[in-house]
């Protein structure tokens, strides 16, 4: 009877062990995963940008590669796939290489980077229809200070190329009025030169003009602050394809001079309308000379702005590609949009809030090199310069700053929680101990007792 309460005795004791061991077990395994879970402290997203608004065969385009991040941006690898039937690779940054469909883009070492990175990629292209470039294979992008891995998001850029030969070169105009005064002769498609005149309280003139093909594109030049005399106002009309047809309209503002002969009987206003009379035309219509070459386009203190193809330049002591996108530049706070009127043509430009003098404006402008940048454009000294640093490094605002230290904050309650947790895990793995240390203690105990008996 004895030794069978003594097998009994040893059977449950063998579960009782079994039991805390298996006990033991999961909760270390809990603290375990606790203590190895990752969490991201920052992240970034790859996409793609493309600065050309038209991408036609044979045409070499620059495509950029942008990573947009909460953190500083420091080292960043990434594989970068296309077409090769449709895009040819001609150039990029030293960290890139590859070709024919594949470029590895290896930046080890990069200096930091605030919230947004680019590289710009030259590619040429090749037939017409549409193709795709990703960034593809494991992105790896780090903290700049800390070095710690961000996670990383990606989207695919889906790029449409026409046929250059399929573009319509139709640069005429259907439509063409002003106001005040009407035009003469009366507006036909073909006619390229017009007169008008107006009063000597009109300063500006209304331009209403119209594309027969809906993809051209017109720029009106000269219709602004016009003077007594004679004034030329010119309508170009950009085909997609690039040919360009120009219509002038002469304007006469009277004046109290405007009788006013010279010592050889003529008027200024007459003389003005035969020198521009003698300008020859082509066989197209088209006047024989580029508007730059008739016209004494100085600009605004020396700074010349004028369109080639589809691209508006600006030419000081460099020659600057007017970018409309201000996405790929920082615009420091404080400044608000504004336009900046060079030769009639309108140049987006950005300008302290409430400020009067519009002495200094600041531009996003792409350099010879194809570098987009921020540049400051003073009127006073008569120069075009890249913003530095400093005038980027802004203060955050209330709200941001709020933000900021809600988020700080919660890290911290998160991390307190952690170590609450683990502390509680540990009380009661060392409780469950006790309990089965004294478990086993009974029962060998009474093993014991029952032995003696």
């Known amino acids: 009877m004895k030794l069978k309460e003594t097998i009994n005795n040893r059977k449950k004791q063998k579960k009782i062990r079994m039991a805390v061991l298996v006990l033991a077990l999961l909760l270390f395994g809990s603290i375990g995963n606790t203590k190895t879970h990752t969490v991201y402290a920052a992240s970034a997203s790859v996409g793609f940008e493309e600065m050309a608004t038209e991408a036609v065969t044979g045409q070499e385009m620059t495509i950029y590669l942008v990573i947009r991040t909460d953190e500083s941006l420091g080292d960043f690898e990434s594989d970068i796939s296309y077409d090769p039937a449709y895009l040819e690779f001609v150039s990029g940054p030293a960290c890139v290489s590859g070709g024919d469909g594949t470029l590895t883009l290896s930046d080890i070492g990069a200096s930091e980077s605030a919230e947004v990175r680019r590289y710009a990629l030259t590619f040429r292209t090749l037939q017409s229809g549409v193709t795709r470039l ?63 005149s107006v009063d000597s309280n009109t300063n500006q003139l209304s331009i209403s003009a119209l594309p027969n093909d809906q993809d051209a594109t017109v720029t009106v030049i000269g219709q602004d602050a016009l003077k007594d005399g004679m004034n030329e106002v010119y309508i170009e009309v950009t085909a997609k394809s690039g040919a360009t047809r120009v219509y002038t309209i002469y304007v006469t503002k009277e004046s109290d001079s405007n009788g006013m002969l010279n010592l050889d009987g003529t008027s200024d206003i007459q003389n003005n309308k035969e020198d521009l009379n003698d300008q020859n035309l082509n066989d197209e219509g088209t006047e024989e000379n580029q508007i730059s070459d008739r016209m004494d386009i100085t600009g605004e203190n020396g700074i010349q702005a004028y369109k080639e193809d589809a691209d508006t330049l600006i030419l000081g002591q460099y020659q600057y590609r007017i970018v409309s996108d201000a996405g790929l530049v920082r615009i420091p706070d404080g400044y608000e949009e504004s336009v900046l009127l060079l030769n009639g043509i309108m140049i987006p430009s950005y300008v302290k809030e409430g400020e009067e003098d519009l002495g200094t404006m600041l531009l996003v402008l792409e350099n010879e090199a194809g570098e987009v940048n921020l540049y400051r454009y003073d009127r006073m000294e008569k120069t075009i310069q890249r913003v530095s640093d400093d005038i980027l490094t802004v203060t955050l605002d209330e709200e941001v700053e709020e933000l900021r230290v809600q988020l700080a904050k919660l890290t911290k309650k998160y991390q307190d929680n952690i170590e609450r947790l683990g502390l509680i895990v540990a009380g009661l793995t060392m409780g469950l101990a006790g309990i089965a240390i004294s478990l086993i203690l009974r029962v060998r105990k009474k093993k014991r007792d029952q032995e003696w008996e």
């Open 134 to 196: 990703a960034a593809t294979g494991t992105l790896l992008a780090y903290e700049y200070e800390t070095g710690n891995e961000m996670s990383v998001s990606s989207s695919t850029y889906m790029l449409s190329i026409a046929d250059e030969k399929s573009m319509s070169d139709d640069a005429s105009l259907a439509i063409l009025k002003i106001n005040p005064g009407s035009l003469s002769p009366s507006f036909e498609a073909g006619i390229l030169e017009y007169n008008t």
